[in-house]
């Protein structure tokens, strides 16, 4: 994963002395969240009702909630279509969903059509071969709806377990293939793309405005490896609590963490994004 230099103090803060409870965080100008999926909103592989009521409530504030996930894009465009979120990306950062000015949903790609079918091809040449190295290895039972990337299913319906998972990367790396796991997945991909290189490019389609992650607007929930590039990016990055699991390994960790653990984590945050924002008027006077 490429790294994102961050500016402000927190990120050197945190190197140091792990990350801060969330209620250090300074919340009340944020105006876009940014939010992982799995093990971030999900709770035990599940969307809790609770956790859609925190993105509705985001959304009836006026907060703008994109979705950030390594899933394919045919969750992606459900969710686009579906979830009070202002937009999705996914696959890693390989394309995103961007709701137009008359509500039409279309899809912009990292890369051109002709880049993408040479990586696509090249890809899966790579991973069936990596595949054939590691016992009990196979495809995401979704790949089949994946565009760009494509996923290694170490911790959904297989149990390969740490190691295992750590020898993917290490086979797929070694290709020349972009490795990197989520909550569930061994996401891997050719192509110079990531989460916060498409968050960027996101915010310049849909909102014509320039993502400037470091001035305290915009905020970063994730669980995971994969939410790294976004974690050393944001000043406001949150990890949820089962981010723990990671932390000694995590290449970038989060600014910030919940008391509670996936969409209870997110839920947490959400409340006290609002509760700030609340708050503000009031200090202001």
């Known amino acids: 994963m490429r790294r994102s230099p961050r500016s402000s103090a927190v990120g050197k803060g945190v190197r140091a002395t792990g990350p801060r409870?969330?209620?250090?965080?300074?919340?009340?100008?944020v105006e876009s969240v940014f939010t992982d999926v799995d093990g971030t909103l999900t709770t035990g592989h599940k969307l809790r009702s609770q956790t859609i009521r925190a993105l509705e409530s985001l959304s009836e504030a006026g907060l703008r909630v994109v979705l950030v996930s390594g899933r394919p894009a045919g969750w992606g465009e459900a969710w686009a279509r579906t979830l009070p979120v202002a937009g999705v990306i996914v696959e890693n950062g390989g394309l995103c969903f961007v709701r137009g000015a008359q509500g039409a949903l279309r899809r912009v790609y990292a890369e051109t059509p002709a880049e993408r079918a040479?990586?696509?091809?090249?890809?899966?040449?790579?991973?069936?071969?990596?595949?054939?190295?590691?016992?009990?290895?196979r495809l995401s039972s979704d790949s089949a709806y994946t565009e760009v990337d494509?996923?290694?299913?170490y911790n959904e319906e297989a149990r390969l377990g740490d190691a295992a998972a750590g020898r993917i990367e290490s086979l797929l790396r070694a290709r020349g293939v972009t490795a990197v796991r989520?909550?569930?997945?061994?996401?891997?991909?050719?192509?110079?793309?990531?989460?916060?290189?498409?968050?960027?490019?996101?915010?310049?389609?849909?909102?014509r405005e320039r993502l400037t992650p470091e001035d305290g607007r915009s905020v970063y929930a994730g669980d995971s490896f994969n939410d790294a590039p976004m974690f050393q990016a944001f000043a406001l990055s949150v990890g949820v609590a089962n981010v723990r699991g990671v932390l000694d390994r995590i290449e970038a960790p989060p600014a910030f963490i919940t008391r509670a653990a996936e969409g209870q984590g997110f839920e947490e945050l959400a409340r006290a994004i609002l509760v700030q924002r609340r708050r503000r008027p009031a200090l202001q006077e």
């Open 21 to 29: 409870p969330l209620r250090e965080a300074e919340l009340s100008r």
């Open 118 to 137: 040479a990586n696509r091809k090249r890809l899966r040449s790579e991973v069936l071969r990596v595949l054939g190295k590691v016992p009990g290895a």
């Open 150 to 153: 494509l996923a290694i299913d």
């Open 182 to 207: 989520s909550s569930v997945h061994v996401n891997c991909w050719l192509g110079r793309f990531d989460k916060l290189s498409m968050s960027r490019r996101f915010a310049q389609v849909a909102w």
